[in-house]
């Protein structure tokens, strides 16, 4: 990535954070106030085709009390003269609610209990609402469950129908406790997630009297998800995206450090393989005195830029001169100097001006052809080879090179590889005989 593209980038990355922090607070407020105005749910309880309706009363505690029940299509009426005797007097209308024998309906989930009721009474009374949940109270040597009443007193209004009930508001009655002979208080706690019954049963009055109870419809109200769970949902998910940004910012910080590591790690190794400390490469001149073309010195910002590149695609030619020491030795050293000259000269025309020639030390040189895969290069090689074998340098003098190709593969010591790669490619032509080119795959 460009340096520029870079910096706009880390310039835009607060504000897109601000963005996504934005669009949390709108959800997360959408959410809140649809919760308190809408997202309402209600299940009807009675009327319903399955529903069995049923009375009863004092009878089953040897009272005296008569109930009835009539069913019409405004809904189930109880009937219930009320006499008293040595039994407390009552009469209860039955609804059953429970799905099978064990399982009832889970009333947790909702806020409250609508009843649709019309109350008449010689005397004045209350009404006394049941909903019975259905526990397991123990497994060994067989499950056994028990009926646990949870009530709520309702004082009726004449000429209101509806009674809305709050569920939270429901509790164990005393009586139950102590015909329970309950002992922990965990048992006397009121619980609703198995409600087999709802009830509706004549109040305290200890009068004769004549009451009836028309129940046209109960249903269950509240919401889809509740408020404690959405707001421990929405504080969950803000902490999640809390704590994921952090996760990605540490592993982009750890990240940019490794690669700053990675960098200051190859350009360590790159002034060790080329053996100049910082204070050389202002010394050195980047031409090489004798030959005019670029020497080791002049050579060293390419590579730098090279070793930098993730994409680079660059071939490396290596070669120097078969017994180069003969010439010496048999002409003269300034016919070896010109030989060097005439060479590089040879070289410098050759090659493309992109491609970069360089006398590395002695009779060795180096060509960097970017852009071009070691196939090419090797044919491009091959015809300079031939090309300097063709050629006559100093009193009908002529010379043979030996060649060895490498190429760039990006990593930590990728320089020093390819440099390795061709140098010892060109010590095999030599081994197999001079005046070749060898690649080194």
Request: with cysteine.
């Amino acid at each position: 990535m460009p340096k520029q593209q870079g910096d706009v980038d880390n310039k835009l990355a607060p504000l897109k954070l601000e963005l996504l922090y934005f669009l949390l607070v709108v959800v997360m407020s959408v959410l809140i106030v649809w919760q308190y105005l809408g997202m309402n749910r209600s299940v009807d309880i009675f009327p319903e085709p399955d529903a069995s309706v049923s009375v009863s009363g004092d009878v089953i505690n040897g009272g005296i009390s008569v109930s009835s029940l009539t069913q019409s299509a405004q809904g189930a009426k109880l009937h219930c003269q009320i006499k008293p005797s040595q039994a407390f007097a009552f009469c209860n209308l039955n609804i059953s609610i429970n799905e099978n024998r064990v399982a009832g309906k889970d009333l947790s989930q909702f806020d409250d209990l609508l009843l649709w009721l019309d109350h008449d009474s010689t005397v004045k009374d209350t009404v006394l609402v049941y909903l019975v949940n259905k526990e397991l109270k123990s497994v060994t040597p067989v499950k056994r469950y028990i009926n646990k009443s949870n009530m709520q007193t309702l004082l009726p209004i004449e000429g209101q129908g509806l009674y809305r009930l709050p569920l939270q508001k429901f509790y164990v009655p005393s009586w139950w406790i102590l015909q329970n002979n309950t002992t922990e208080q965990s048992d006397a706690a009121s619980k609703l997630n198995n409600v087999i019954t709802l009830s509706i049963a004549t109040g305290d009055s200890t009068q004769i009297r004549s009451v009836d109870i028309l129940l046209k419809k109960v249903q269950l109200s509240g919401k889809w998800i509740s408020a404690k769970t959405l707001y421990l949902c929405l504080l969950l998910s803000g902490f999640a995206i809390i704590l994921m940004h952090a996760a990605v910012r540490l592993y982009q910080l750890k990240t940019q450090l490794q690669l700053k590591q990675q960098q200051t790690v190859k350009l360590k190794e790159l002034i060790h393989f080329l053996h100049i400390e910082k204070n050389e490469f202002e010394m050195l001149a980047k031409t090489d005195t004798l030959t005019g073309i670029a020497n080791r010195a002049g050579t060293i910002e390419l590579l730098n830029s090279l070793q930098n590149q993730t994409d680079a695609q660059c071939s490396l030619i290596m070669f120097d001169i078969d017994y180069f020491k003969q010439v010496n030795d048999n002409y003269g050293h300034e016919t070896g100097d010109l030989v060097l000259c005439k060479l590089a000269t040879l070289a410098a025309h050759f090659f493309r001006g992109t491609d970069h020639v360089a006398r590395w030390g002695g009779e060795e040189f180096i060509v960097l052809c970017s852009g071009v895969s070691l196939q090419n290069t090797q044919i491009t090689a091959d015809k300079f080879r031939k090309k300097i074998a063709e050629s006559i340098f100093a009193e009908e003098l002529s010379i043979t090179c030996s060649f060895g190709i490498s190429e760039y593969q990006h990593g930590a010591d990728s320089v020093k590889s390819m440099f390795e790669s061709a140098d010892q490619a060109m010590y095999q032509a030599k081994n197999n005989g001079r005046n070749r080119v060898e690649c080194f795959r």
